[in-house]
């Protein structure tokens, strides 16, 4: 994880945090995981959905604390 902090005028600050694209799969494709245990859709069993049909389900923004895990 690289973080780059830029100043800007006055106090304020830009924080540029990169992360790994590895990382970052990993966790969405764990986090996807999880949600299939808890998600429920007609057609199909509990924990047997397709991550393809999940992905279309379910919005990225359902994933913030993943997110906010990566951040710390």
């Given amino acids: 994880m690289k973080f780059d902090i830029e100043e800007l005028e006055g106090l304020k600050r830009k924080i540029n945090i ?3 694209e590895e ?3 990993k966790r969405v494709n764990d986090a996807y995981k ?3 245990r808890q998600v429920k859709i007609p ?3 509990p924990g047997k959905i397709p991550q393809k ?3 279309k389900q ?3 923004q359902s994933f913030s604390e993943m ?3 990566l951040m710390q």
């Fill in 18 to 20: 990169t992360i790994p």
């Fill in 23 to 25: 990382v970052v799969t």
């Fill in 34 to 36: 999880v949600m299939n």
């Fill in 43 to 45: 057609g199909f069993r």
């Fill in 53 to 55: 049909i999940l992905e």
């Fill in 58 to 60: 379910i919005p990225m």
């Fill in 67 to 69: 997110f906010q895990e």
